[in-house]
């Protein structure tokens, strides 16, 4: 571990590094996997972000944001996680997690969308949020719904 980065904990939002790496996913959530995938992409092109490229990244970023994030977030919050409460507990650290890092992520956007010129910082924070989040939902968040509702790989 390097200094200025902490031990993963499932109920914490953004510690990180997230161990074990992502399976083959379920019918019912490989489309949400595809969808990680476009969001790991922006999450680079964020941590890259700079002051020359900033506005450009942000601009792009919002493009993704209004059309695939934001209905991502509203999604998981409709249907898988209601799938996994109707299974299990829904208190369980990683889905108290997933929940509390799409408020702070929406809210990081937000602040960052009032400020008349992005922040470089700001915007390389938001891309590392980004990349844990889907990290932990890939690797902790998405077995556990498998495991709880029985969807499997067909």
């Known amino acids: 571990m390097t200094s200025g980065e902490s031990a993963y904990d499932p109920a914490k939002p953004f510690s990180g590094p997230v161990p074990g790496r992502a399976r083959r996913r379920s019918q019912a959530l490989a489309p949400f996997s595809r969808e990680h995938h476009q969001a790991l992409r922006e999450a680079i092109e964020l941590k890259r972000a700079r002051q020359e490229s900033a506005d450009a990244v942000w601009q792009r970023f919002m493009q993704f944001?209004?059309?695939?994030?934001?209905?991502?977030?509203?999604?998981?919050?409709?249907?898988?996680?209601?799938?996994?409460?109707?299974?299990?507990?829904?208190?369980?650290?990683?889905?108290?997690?997933?929940?509390?890092?799409?408020?702070?992520?929406?809210?990081?956007?937000a602040a960052i969308g009032e400020q008349q010129q992005p922040v470089v910082d700001d915007l390389r924070e938001l891309g590392a949020w980004l990349d844990l989040h889907v990290r932990h939902e890939e690797r902790v968040l998405f077995p556990l719904i498998e495991d709880a509702t029985g969807w499997t790989v067909a």
Do not use: C, K, S, T
């Open 65 to 109: 944001w209004e059309q695939e994030g934001r209905p991502h977030f509203v999604e998981e919050e409709a249907v898988l996680l209601p799938a996994y409460a109707r299974a299990a507990d829904p208190n369980h650290p990683a889905v108290v997690r997933a929940m509390l890092e799409h408020i702070l992520i929406r809210a990081r956007i």
